[in-house]
């Protein structure tokens, strides 16, 4: 027995909600659905949408469900995100509070601390990328200092914004052609 459709809407209805839509996905299954309530089979109408009768099933199903607005394809929601409130909480006061470098062995925040931290708090594995991903909505960006050699000269560098350093080139001993008897 295949499940019957909304009894608030007609093939005139729905063929109307076709035409007004935008979505040509939408509207070829409207127009499947228009066709099932001016008494043609589910079969006929599979081969008007082009799909199998399951997939015309779960028009129906969408269709009772939520009217025209529900047979509109939509993003998939995706994988449930691994940081609960009290997780994004502790990774806000870290970062919000600093390391510790006694304590953390580090200077500065990197990526791979932070998850270290939450392995070591809560047991949680979390990626580079994902937590990556997850500070940034939290409205942090990854900010890094320009590096500094270890060994630099701090005189050489004022030395070399004064141009203090001799010039690259210098005058030969020798006479120029023009010179030359």
């Given at each position: 027995m295949?499940?019957?459709l909304r009894t608030d809407f007609d093939a005139i209805a729905v063929r109307a909600a076709a035409r007004r839509s935008k979505d040509g996905a939408q509207a070829r299954r409207l127009l499947a659905l228009a066709a099932i309530y001016e008494g043609a089979s589910r079969t006929e109408a599979a081969r008007i949408g082009g799909v199998t009768l399951q997939?015309?099933?779960d028009w129906v199903m969408k269709f009772n469900a939520a009217g025209p607005?529900?047979?509109?394809?939509?993003k998939a929601p995706g994988p449930q995100s691994l940081l609960k409130a009290a997780?994004?909480?502790?990774?806000?006061?870290a970062i919000e509070r600093g390391p510790i470098p006694a304590?953390?062995?580090?200077?500065?925040?990197?990526i791979i601390d932070l998850a270290q931290m939450l392995w070591d708090d809560f047991s949680l594995s979390v990626s580079r990328p994902t937590l990556s991903r997850e500070l940034r909505a939290l409205g942090y960006r990854k900010l890094s200092a320009r590096p500094r050699p270890h060994a630099q000269d701090p005189d050489a560098i004022?030395?070399?914004?004064?141009?203090a350093l001799?010039?690259?080139?210098?005058r030969s001993g020798r006479l120029s052609r023009e010179a030359l008897p």
């Open positions: 295949p499940i019957a997939i015309v099933r607005d529900g047979l509109i394809d939509r997780h994004r909480a502790a990774l806000v006061e304590v953390h062995g580090v200077v500065r925040w990197r004022e030395a070399f914004k004064k141009g001799p010039p690259s080139w210098t």
